[in-house]
């Protein structure tokens, strides 16, 4: 029989009634001729309730305590599933991490799935079920403890049960119908994508379009699974949501997949800096070492021996980066004469995997951006995505330039 | 170390407040010098919260479905409780039933523990561990699924650890502080026992005073585990609560130890039925199969080859008394004038080891009902129990004549 991998997010399994409205969605993959793993995630709103009452009991908490209680969600809504599937007269049963066995390493609340031995769940669909009910974001370290994988990690599971089962595709159901050419609250010409390559979603993914856990994307890409998001709530169809899939799969596409954006940035420069060997080094370090998560660095010409040095970060770690930065001035590891924020900052993408082969991207976006009187603070670029850092208040004017002069609104 | 076991029922862990009560106990016996196995239930209202979505799914649910959600909540408190620990600096770690594991029957929603190997537990007592936080209730089939013991069933799982690891004590810390002579709320001279013998407990828990399940009582009997029944919101003391335990154990005691009482009876009289060989068994039988709990039963002298056969059952099985017995005689497989039933009726019951070489007990109880103008309805007797049915509206002043009688609010 053909393999299929389901996975309902929280939303979609919130009470009885949607858990019976997944159910049927099961039902009738597997009356196409489907044998069908279905991948759940607790009931909205419980593993908040597990992880509050954790955070209640002490502040430095134990994670393998963690994992134990915040695993049982998955639990629950596995039995649930299971019985709504035999209800509804289709041959299923509910399987927990470490009855699989869903072998992980031993970091908890971070575990990495090292296999998935597929003898037990093969021996159920052989002696007749139809459908196996896993719980998701949960495995078993080697010593036998309950392992999670981290938030958003039944995505993970979901595609490592399709990699492990060789499943022909991996439908991730959701609260939104796929993923989007641009964020359709800012821009309303904004259009679903039918498909969309594993490395424009990473990009995607990566810079706040958070439909999918990032993992679970590099996963599929790696092990070829395909992907596809679309929502519950919706009427079932074929060609519901978007396939996240190898780009030799995108017969046609757009240069430019998608444009993405990320309001919550803060610029920050460091005013005459000594510039010798090793000064970058000595300023990064210590952002690091503080926990400030450092995106993009441009760093002025030197004139006379001294440069001005800067750099974007999440708005709300500017006051991390500047004691940081003072701290390392007061060892005299560094000299600067100031170091100013910029809190009024947002960053706009462009992705997309035809930027490869196509030239005049980058040329194209910063002209669009001039026409629009948008000044454009800072520039990175990698193979597959132009960034820059503008005033947020032309955000939302960029974003929808950008979408209407790479042609967005229209499929390839 | 010696071994000490703690069970923690639902309303004693309701909450992490409770939790971190509850764990002050646990921590207080280990600085007495213990190894001790705390064993949990869920936090109240959590397994009938998942009952309820049980139900929802399917009214004949799969019973291994059940137990995989049903046993969930356990783990919950169990996780909770360790990191509880763990923050008042006491080692700790929780275990599922499957980690420890508590071998089972393969009967779900009412498995029999088979057996508990204690080498998993005793490796982490050796490596340093003070405390083992068990989920109660819970166990594993020997097709490696999850069982659960039925209702109450955590006081099952503690007394099988205590047999298992050879506890010096049982602690069942509930809501209430200690078996009674009889219920408080019916004579306001209710004594609390110091001691009781485990046959009495069987004879009081059987007859509603629902303070320990029943199979845990037979359990430690058969294992001689010393059974303590006490509040966790109570100060702690080493007197406190009720030690269940051999009758040797229990130096002096009054001849009776207390008066149980059971109002949710009926009586049912089949009229004029015709006596023969096997009549018994041709009411009782399709009795049986219906599902009615038939209790007492009494048969009056044949006359003319008819009698009267009356019994006892709960008073909520009255209609399906009723049903079965008119479709046996509709089968012709027994003759009868008519049913009748009373549902106005309770049974009250002495009960104590002492009678067994005492004499005089039951006339002595059947003089004080006279004497209180109480009519007996139906008699039984066993080793250590007399128990009566009596119209219910004497039952408050049979229950305070009775401990009047035998002298219960005073210790032996």
């Not at 492990?164 to 359709?184: K, L, N």
């Not at 993405?260 to 060997?277: H, N």
């Not at 010409?301 to 999440?314: A, K, L, Q, V, Y």
């Not at 947020?392 to 979408?403: I, N, T």
Request: proline share 2%.
């Amino acid at each position: 029989m053909p393999r299929l991998v389901m996975k309902f997010g929280g939303t979609s399994v919130a009470n009885i009634d949607r858990i019976r409205r997944a159910a049927k969605r099961v039902g009738a993959e597997v009356a196409k001729g489907y044998d069908v793993i279905v991948i759940v995630s607790a009931m909205s709103g419980k593993t908040n309730e597990m992880v509050g009452w954790v955070r209640e009991t002490s502040k430095l908490y134990d994670s393998a305590e963690y994992d134990a209680v915040v695993s049982s969600g998955e639990n629950v809504t596995a039995g649930l599933m299971a019985l709504t599937l035999q209800e509804m007269g289709v041959q299923a049963r509910s399987w927990q991490g470490w009855q699989v066995p869903v072998l992980t390493t031993g970091q908890h609340e971070r575990a990495r799935i090292e296999d998935i031995p597929n003898a037990n769940l093969n021996a159920a669909f052989d002696a007749g079920n139809k459908v196996a009910v896993v719980a998701g974001f949960q495995g078993v370290s080697p010593d036998g403890r309950i392992t999670t994988l981290g938030r958003g990690g039944s995505d993970t599971t979901a595609v490592a049960f399709a990699a492990a089962f060789d499943a022909e595709r991996c439908d991730i159901y959701t609260d939104v119908d796929g993923v989007y050419t641009t964020d359709p609250r800012v821009c309303d010409k904004a259009r679903k994508l039918d498909k969309i390559a594993f490395e424009e979603m990473l990009e995607l993914a990566s810079l706040g379009a958070k439909v999918l856990q990032t993992r679970s994307v590099e996963l599929a890409m790696r092990y070829k699974v395909k992907l596809r998001v679309l929502s519950s709530f919706e009427e079932m169809s074929d060609a519901a949501g978007t396939l996240v899939c190898s780009e030799e799969e995108i017969m046609e596409s757009n240069v430019v997949a998608g444009v993405a954006f990320s309001k919550d940035e803060a610029k920050m420069t460091l005013i005459s800096v000594a510039d010798r060997p090793g000064i970058a080094a000595a300023i990064f370090m210590p952002l690091s070492e503080a926990g400030v998560n450092v995106d993009m660095i441009v760093q002025n010409i030197s004139e006379e021996g001294r440069t001005d040095m800067t750099f974007s970060c999440p708005a709300d770690q500017v006051l991390l980066a500047e004691t940081a930065m003072k701290a390392a001035k007061e060892r005299g590891e560094i000299n600067f004469h100031d170091v100013v924020a910029d809190e009024a900052v947002a960053k706009v993408s462009v992705v997309g995997i035809g930027m490869r082969s196509a030239a005049g991207v980058a040329a194209k976006m910063f002209k669009t951006l001039a026409d629009n009187e948008i000044n454009i603070k800072i520039i990175t670029t990698s193979e597959i995505k132009i960034s820059v850092l503008i005033e947020r208040k032309y955000m939302e004017l960029a974003v929808q330039a950008l979408h209407d002069v790479f042609g967005l609104d229209k499929a390839a």
